[in-house]
């Protein structure tokens, strides 16, 4: 008698083994010369080899539809153990340009030119500073890159991470704690991981620091490793908040820096840094820069028009 042991880590176990174990009962069911038993985020099998061989196959098959549709009910694993057509038609058959089936099936990949620099330009660079303006995508590519990373055990956690700096409002009365003070800076991080992630998974995943988002001056004094890490909004860092930032990155983590020169908020005795460190690191192998355009807006059609009236006024 053989036995294996498969790890449930890319997904919340509750939602593939169901409370009580509810749907491992019903894969149980199909597999009942197997001995099957979970434990904590593993599931244990024991018997022949043959079995073993499609037990694996179909959980591995179980999986992929949870992390796709974020969802996987007892009705669903009925179906896709007994037809094939049905997981002909949920699985992904094409992965080109993909970089993640978010929630409710959502597919997210890079949909300009640019953006699929940006993706090529992280899959060669350990650091990619990505820069343009409003609306081209710098962030949500970003986080659709941290996300497929965790997903395919890159790295075993993500970072996002911007300064707290006031876009000319000030948010230093609001009610509540520091926690709730600081959330609206980070609001639109949260917004690419709900796109991406089911709400009940990133509640799991971010509860036990597996996805962290915080202030950058909350990053001072660590090293961050075995991570995907985004600095967003670095053209309101200064020169020595981003050396601060950079040193912190650790032997096997990855990192995408976006900003955008035309929207700074640092005070007028404050200079930004990120012009600074592109140009003073562009000729060291291993760092890429990207630059995105009016072209890459993917926002309502006039926001392209309205940016480009904008930049002809400032000039």
Avoid: W
Wanted: with cysteine; glycine share 6%; net charge positive.
């Amino acid at each position: 008698m053989s036995e294996i042991t498969i790890k449930i880590e890319q997904v919340n176990p509750i939602d593939f083994f169901g409370v009580n174990n509810s749907k491992l009962n019903v894969l149980k069911k199909k597999f009942p010369l197997l001995k099957v038993v979970s434990r904590g985020t593993k599931v244990k099998a024991a018997g022949s080899d043959e079995e073993l061989t499609l037990f694996e196959e179909k959980v591995e098959i179980l999986l992929k539809f949870l992390e796709k549709y974020g969802k996987l009910t007892t009705l669903d694993i009925d179906e896709l153990l007994n037809d094939s057509e049905k997981v002909a038609e949920s699985l992904p058959t094409d992965n080109r340009n993909v970089l993640v089936y978010g929630a409710n099936g959502n597919i997210v990949r890079a949909r300009t030119a640019n953006q699929k620099k940006l993706v090529e330009s992280s899959e060669q660079n350990d650091i990619v500073f990505a820069v343009g303006p409003a609306g081209t995508g710098k962030t949500y590519t970003a986080v659709a890159l941290a996300v497929r990373a965790l997903k395919d055990k890159q790295v075993k956690r993500i970072i996002l991470t911007r300064p707290a700096v006031e876009a000319g409002e000030s948010l230093g009365f609001l009610p509540g704690d520091l926690k709730e003070k600081i959330d609206p800076y980070l609001r639109p991080l949260y917004d690419g991981l709900y796109d991406m992630i089911p709400g009940e998974k990133l509640s799991y995943l971010m509860e036990n620091r597996i996805i962290e988002v915080a202030p950058l001056a909350f990053m001072r004094g660590r090293t961050l490793d075995k991570a995907f890490i985004i600095l967003d909004e670095a053209q309101n860092c200064t020169v020595s908040q981003l050396k601060m930032f950079l040193t912190r990155i650790g032997p096997s983590a990855k990192c995408v820096i976006t900003g955008d020169r035309t929207q700074i908020d640092l005070p007028r005795n404050q200079k930004s840094g990120l012009g600074v460190a592109i140009n003073m690191l562009k000729n060291i192998k291993g760092i890429g820069t990207v630059e995105l355009t009016t072209s890459d807006v993917l926002r309502h059609r006039l926001v392209s028009k309205i940016i480009t009236a904008f930049d002809k006024y400032a000039e």
